[in-house]
């Protein structure tokens, strides 16, 4: 279901039910833009995860996120789930002197442009949202600059203050109009702008998408503008300015586990758009998103760790994944809980839509219960066994919690609740150049491209460090370039081509010479007396 800011505040009281209720939420975003295109703040295999955090950190607070998808599983019987799917249009609250600067990427707008994506949504209809930095700074506004910027659609706000105003002029004290078809914070917007405008009126809200305007005189008005029963009171405005933040906040209390796919950026995203910006330590950040969300699986990380257990074949995409996984459970007639649309997200029933956020989050949601049923089965030997408990599935699953998959740096996954693994590391290989005069890093990676994409970083004049995150094609540029005449590429041993160990080797070897030579010279003297 799609719920952009026109419906927003009326289905908000049934989402903080349903997320207080449920057992886990499904995750899944899409962006205006994932990474620079600078080299310098491209990530790396070299990266170390703090390396790797300082260059992407940059990226997010560049792009922002067009649409928030949430899956909320909840578990009706031992064998039932409903998944309730939404879709929610975002865009940044503009208001007062509030403003956002957005990039948009090329090839990220041509991706949600061929899956359907509504730009009209996005743009036109989007959720206002902020972090807490912004909501401060919100605070501290005086009313009077709390001019509209661009929220309000011009011709109808136009048609609106022309409406008014040939009412107002004929209208007696304590006459009455209705505005009608007034959404979210559009409420505000246009009462704000009124009464800056037309000294002698006075509005009110009247449920229902309506707004009351009512003419009178200023004494009475001064006395209405300073009750706390004022609609366009500060703090109402702030709340309402806070849109899907609002959301995010009882996302956050509920503290149910949620469940993403390849969800990094994710994280990243919901930390920067809706807690407080990112911080600049990579340590700070891990800490804070673990207080925010203590339960996180990452689907991704999980088939990866678990795909040579099953009669599936590997797979790198969410419905790759999915796919596989129902597959194998037809396979070994596994009784698999059984997953449900509700009744106002039944269009997944019978379609297909990836890269849709709701879609990918349900995705992400049916993924996990799926695995985790194959591993309960697995362990207790049982294929037959009837779909059991949620909190056995979280068992089964400890191993993986918080553990979260990391693309293109030094170390496979992020652990969100503990210290990183850095025992477990791509292979590093050693390129020898020979008769190739001003050879660079973009040069050999142009060369190896035909196999994957590696790497590359100067060792020396003419020695080069590579790094893929494919064995596959390791062995294959292994092979290759064995007996290459202008390239030789081997594995790298630290104790043999490490800069540092061959200046030690060279001056051990310096010194033993010496040592030598001054025994033999010593040696001489005492023979000749």
């Not at 149910?256 to 990094?264: D, E, Q, T, Y």
């Amino acid at each position: 279901m799609d719920v952009c800011a026109s419906q927003f505040e009326d289905k908000l009281p049934e989402l903080q039910e349903l997320l207080s209720s449920c057992d886990f939420v499904g995750l899944d975003m899409e962006f205006t833009g994932l990474r620079s295109v600078l080299p310098e703040k491209q990530p790396s295999l070299f990266d170390s995860p703090a390396e790797w955090y300082r260059k992407v950190r940059q990226s997010i607070q560049q792009f922002t996120v067009s649409q928030l998808g949430l899956s909320i599983f909840c578990r009706e019987t031992s064998t039932k789930y409903v998944a309730h799917s939404y879709n929610f249009f975002l865009f940044p609250t503009t208001f007062g002197q509030m403003d956002s600067e957005l990039s948009f990427q090329g090839s990220s707008i041509q991706f949600l442009s061929h899956y359907g994506f509504d730009f009209n949504k996005f743009l036109k209809d989007g959720i206002p949202y902020m972090n807490e930095t912004q909501e401060k700074k919100m605070e501290h506004l005086v009313p009077g600059s709390w001019m509209v910027r661009s929220g309000f659609g011009k011709d109808k706000l136009k048609k609106v203050i022309e409406e008014v105003t040939c009412w107002v002029s004929s209208a007696e004290d304590k006459d009455s109009m209705v505005l009608h078809n007034l959404y979210g914070f559009q409420m505000f917007e246009v009462q704000l702008i009124l009464r800056q405008a037309i000294k002698d009126i006075w509005t009110i809200p009247l449920g229902d998408h309506k707004v009351l305007v009512k003419k009178m005189n200023p004494r009475q008005r001064w006395l209405l503008e300073n009750t706390s029963y004022d609609s366009c009171q500060k703090e109402k405005i702030i709340l309402c300015a806070k849109g899907f933040t609002n959301l995010f906040q009882a996302l956050v209390k509920v503290k149910k586990p949620l469940v993403g796919h390849n969800m990094m950026m994710d994280l990243l995203h919901l930390h920067d758009k809706f807690y407080n910006p990112l911080p600049e330590n990579y340590e700070e950040f891990k800490k804070n998103i673990h207080t925010l969300f203590p339960i996180i699986f990452d689907t991704k990380n999980i088939a990866k760790s678990i795909w040579k257990e099953f009669p599936f074949p590997q797979a790198s995409t969410l419905a790759e994944v999915y796919e596989g996984l129902c597959s194998a459970i037809n396979t070994t007639n596994q009784s698999c809980p059984e997953i449900f649309h509700s009744g106002d997200c039944l269009r997944y029933a019978t379609k297909t839509c990836l890269h849709e956020a709701a879609y990918d989050a349900f995705l992400c949601g049916s993924v996990l219960l799926k695995i985790a049923h194959l591993l309960l089965c697995s362990m207790s030997c049982d294929h037959t066994r009837a779909a059991s408990s949620f909190s056995q599935y979280l068992n089964v699953l400890s191993s993986h919690v918080n553990q979260v998959n990391l693309m293109r740096s030094r170390i496979q996954k992020i652990n969100f609740s503990g210290l990183d693994d850095h025992t477990k590391h791509f292979p590093l290989l050693i390129a020898n150049v020979q008769k190739w005069p001003g050879v660079n890093e973009e040069q050999i990676h142009r060369e190896l491209r035909i196999f994957c994409r590696f790497d590359v970083r100067r060792l020396r004049m003419n020695q080069f460090l590579l790094l893929s995150n494919r064995l596959k094609n390791i062995r294959m540029v292994l092979e290759e370039y064995k007996t290459h005449p202008n390239l030789q590429i081997s594995l790298y041993y630290y104790w043999r081509h490490a800069p540092e160990v061959n200046c030690f080797l060279q001056i051990c070897g310096i010194v033993a010479s010496w040592s030598l030579l001054t025994f033999f010279l010593g040696g001489s003297s005492s023979c000749a007396v």
